[in-house]
T-cell receptor
């Protein structure tokens, strides 16, 4: 069964802390994504990666960084957490075929991060 | 600019009734369009996928339509059930160039089904 696993469902951190959100997929997908989801704003892309050690900024990368040292793992890092980073974070992975058509994106269960 | 717009933002219907959700997009070049269902506190799950050449696709009580010329899609839910209460998100995939591999999300329609 297809699986994207995020390390935590709920997380509470203090302002200024460095926060790591981990995501692992077991489908050998090249593409991995980090989104945040806020009420009324939908899903917004933070960063994505097409391959190991490769990363691209999404629409809202400020205050975040990512790491992809292994194909199956994509980490989101909040260098210095702030209260406006309180949100639901969703990781996803997908496969792009040689034809350029990509497969379905599979999502993790989400991490609800609260920064106090 | 590549965008996906959904309407209505929210919808309340009675159990057993039908409803239709709308999605308009400007993503180009376009690869495929998916409708996802997201239950509260969970990640989105794919319901249907439609490519450029497909007009209609059904998945149980869900029927999606696509008009690639007008860049519009709809999701029709028949005989709604309480478990249909969720957010429905329209997602468009880019095909090549600057949109290759990118997913463009609508903000979702929050559907509530009342008994």
């Amino acid at each position: 069964d297809v699986k994207v696993t995020q390390s935590s469902r709920y997380l509470v951190k203090r302002t200024g802390e460095k926060v790591f959100l981990e995501c692992v997929q077991d489908m050998d997908h090249e593409n991995m994504f980090w989104y945040r989801q806020d009420p009324g704003l939908g899903l917004r892309l933070i960063y994505f990666s097409y391959d190991v050690k490769m990363k691209e900024k999404g629409d809202i990368p400020e205050g975040y960084s990512v790491s992809r040292e292994k194909k199956e793992r994509f980490s989101l890092i909040l260098e210095s957490a702030s209260t406006n980073q309180t949100s639901m974070y969703l990781c996803a992975s997908s496969l792009t075929l040689r034809t350029g058509v990509d497969t379905e994106a599979f999502f993790g269960q989400g991490t609800r991060l609260t920064v106090v | 600019k590549n965008q996906v717009e959904q309407s209505p933002q929210s919808l309340i219907i009675l159990e057993g009734k039908n409803c239709t959700l709308q999605c308009n997009y400007t993503v180009s070049p376009f690869s495929n369009l998916r409708w996802y269902k997201q239950d509260t506190g969970r990640g989105p799950v794919s319901l249907t996928i439609m490519t450029f050449s497909e007009n209609t696709k059904s998945n149980g009580r869900y029927t999606a339509t696509l008009d690639a010329d007008t860049k519009q899609s709809s999701l029709h839910i028949t005989a709604s059930q309480l478990s249909d209460s969720a957010s429905y998100i329209c997602v468009v995939s880019g095909n090549r160039g600057s949109t290759l591999g990118r997913l463009y999300f609508g903000r979702g329609t929050q559907l509530t089904v009342w008994p």
